[in-house]
């Protein structure tokens, strides 16, 4: 499980992937974690398969090895939990969870919830 305060160093730590599997329109009426990348959940077994450029081309980053520290996040908790077992399947090991999300970051942050 991750924490708020490592999700809050994330952007000093450019070898973490922080991702959000919040849908667009979930992002655009709240805003998003810095750092975040945005995969809605629908997408994110296709977007783990995807060769290295096209990751890189559809999402602006290049692609995570099996084994890089990867942190899911979305508005609660419920569907990080699900995108964690979706990366599992597809062979990547060092997954973590912020279980409180974004309500819990909107919160510390003084944020809309």
């Known amino acids: 499980m991750a924490t708020y305060e490592q999700v809050k160093d994330v952007p000093n730590h450019p070898e973490i992937y922080l991702i959000d599997v919040r849908n667009q329109d979930e992002l655009a009426a709240t805003g998003k974690i810095p750092a975040s990348l945005n995969i809605p959940l629908p997408d994110l077994d296709k ?8 990751f890189k081309q559809n999402y602006g980053r290049e692609k995570p090895e099996n084994d890089a520290d990867i942190i899911f996040t979305c508005r609660s908790g419920k569907r990080a939990q699900d995108a964690e077992v979706i990366a599992k399947n597809a062979g990547f090991t060092n997954i973590r969870v912020y279980s409180g999300s974004w309500l819990d970051w909107a919160e510390k942050q003084g944020l809309p919830k």
């Open 47 to 54: 977007a783990l398969k995807l060769s290295s450029q096209d």
